[in-house]
């Protein structure tokens, strides 16, 4: 009981001297979050030694020493993997770490000197500290934070909006059987909880096809929750808010009813906790956004991963912070958006990634200038898995990467051309783009930081004016 209680004196301590930052990750299901995390944690262990960090102005400057990890707050969650990731990362050949399968967290304390200051512009010779703490979770989960703007016939109505042709095609086992429900049939459970797999069938086979926008999160992980009743609902086609006041008025034991109060058991005892403890706490946050898996999966899944990042957005507190805000309700007051996986495009198309990606997210990028949120919006490969490399052809030269597919193969291409706006449809109907998986590049045999593109940039914006 006293060390929970030191420990948290302490942090109120640093989070009121603005020592102390949390930071959100934030990406759906492949977007590259233990990738980014993994490669955040090597890069600051390594700063001032093998690191390639020019763009983060402290590291830039030498007044970057470095960071280790300390004991995280929380001592009920597990801290993040870093250590199995980097094994998977030296192994012969080199793999991606293993998916985030449940919720980590890791703290790090990085060490540095603070910059010039006085009349005479003098370096401070002391070094200071900054507390940063990082949280990973599984991308499936945080899909379902836009459930608490619902209710059951309200979230059925959206789900029965989001049944595009191809997703309606991939349902077609799950809507044959729920088309011989009705609302006011009396439940029977055997039944529901059939009918409730097959719905989540539909949801991983919507997500092996590269769709984003895929509720609920833990019918595609559900963890300790498999075979529990709480998983175990659906929405009901044909039924909207017109229907409201007899669907209300049904008997207790119907389908309705049943539905609802499972959906209701699911927001209050599974979302809302994880939101309560986890997401209501952040300072800063960097969103992780795989377009490129989009512009290959088609228009649809384009389409559905704008429409999932927008409504995922509004879940977060974004406001300009204070003392009384850092202590008790800490806002998100920088943001950055990140295009990740972008070595699987040759270096001249990463500005136009930057430009897709903000149109892809103009929506909320433009609510959050409004609001005078700083936003920054960059491409980034966490983990370099190509090199570039200039291919030549009848007398000219092209640009080309070179790198180790998942299958073992080595390729020499030009993946295409990266949209710098929306696709129009005859950029989907010529198929202008396609991309390849590849391993990670090996690490130099002395160890040496890990291979990335402008994750310092990412680092300097997220806490770089804390290291000043």
């Given at each position: 009981m006293r060390q929970t209680l030191a420990?948290?004196?302490?942090?109120?301590?640093?989070?009121?001297?603005?020592?102390?930052?949390?930071?959100?990750?934030?990406?759906?299901?492949?977007?590259?979050k233990t990738a980014f995390l993994t490669s955040l944690v090597n890069q600051l262990r390594h700063a001032g030694l093998e690191a390639r960090l020019d763009l983060m102005a402290c590291a830039r400057e030498g007044r970057l020493l470095g960071a280790r990890r300390v004991a995280q707050q929380d001592l009920a969650v597990p801290r993040f993997p870093y250590d199995e990731a980097m094994a998977a990362l030296d192994e012969t050949p080199p793999r991606w770490p293993d998916p985030t399968r449940g919720i980590s967290e890791l703290r790090l304390q990085i060490r540095y000197r603070p910059g010039r200051h006085g009349l005479f512009g003098m370096m401070n010779a002391d070094s200071a500290t900054l507390t940063l703490d990082l949280f990973d979770y599984p991308g499936e989960w945080l899909l379902d934070l836009p459930l608490l703007e619902h209710d059951f016939l309200s979230w059925s109505e959206r789900q029965q909006a989001a049944l595009t042709p191809?997703?309606?095609?991939?349902?077609?086992?799950?809507?044959?059987?729920?088309?011989?429900?009705?609302?006011?049939?009396?439940?029977?459970?055997?039944?529901?909880?059939?009918?409730?797999?097959?719905?989540?069938?539909?949801?991983?086979?919507?997500?092996?096809?590269?769709?984003?926008?895929?509720?609920?999160?833990?019918f595609l992980l559900p963890g300790d929750l498999a075979g529990a009743p709480v998983l175990q609902f659906f929405p009901l086609p044909g039924v909207g808010e017109a229907d409201r006041q007899a669907l209300e008025a049904l008997p207790e034991d119907s389908v309705y009813h049943t539905l609802s109060r499972r959906f209701a058991h699911y927001q209050q005892h599974v979302v809302k906790p994880f939101y309560r403890e986890h997401f209501r706490r952040f300072d800063r946050q960097i969103v992780l956004v795989d377009v490129l898996g989009a512009l290959n999966a088609g228009p649809e899944r384009f389409e559905d991963l704008s429409r999932a990042l927008a409504t995922l957005m509004r879940s977060f507190h974004y406001g300009k912070r204070s003392l009384v805000s850092r202590l008790f309700a800490p806002r998100i007051d920088r943001l950055a958006i990140a295009a990740t996986k972008a070595d699987h495009v040759t270096p001249e198309q990463h500005a136009n990634l930057v430009t897709l990606l903000e149109a892809l997210l103009a929506e909320?990028?433009?609510?959050?200038?409004?609001?005078?949120?700083?936003?920054?919006?960059?491409?980034?490969?966490?983990?370099?898995?190509?090199?570039?490399?200039?291919?030549?052809?009848?007398?000219?030269?092209?640009?080309a990467l070179r790198g180790t597919t998942q299958a073992g193969e080595e390729a020499l291409l030009f993946p295409g051309e990266v949209p710098a706006q929306i696709p129009e449809a005859d950029f989907w109907q010529r198929q202008g783009f396609t991309f390849d998986h590849f391993r990670p590049l090996p690490r130099d045999a002395r160890?040496?930081?890990?291979?990335?593109?402008?994750?310092?940039?990412?680092?300097?914006?997220?806490?770089?004016?804390?290291?000043?």
């Open positions: 420990r948290e004196v302490t942090n109120l301590l640093e989070r009121g001297r603005d020592r102390q930052l949390r930071l959100a990750v934030t990406g759906l299901s492949r977007a590259g191809a997703r309606r095609e991939l349902a077609a086992d799950w809507l044959e059987a729920v088309a011989e429900l009705t609302p006011d049939s009396t439940a029977d459970e055997a039944e529901l909880a059939a009918i409730a797999e097959r719905y989540a069938a539909t949801l991983r086979a919507a997500r092996e096809a590269g769709f984003a926008d895929l509720q609920p999160g833990r909320p990028i433009q609510d959050l200038r409004f609001a005078d949120i700083p936003v920054k919006a960059l491409s980034l490969a966490s983990i370099r898995a190509t090199q570039s490399r200039e291919v030549e052809r009848q007398g000219r030269r092209f640009p160890g040496d930081a890990l291979p990335h593109i402008r994750l310092d940039a990412a680092l300097d914006w997220l806490i770089g004016d804390k290291l000043a």
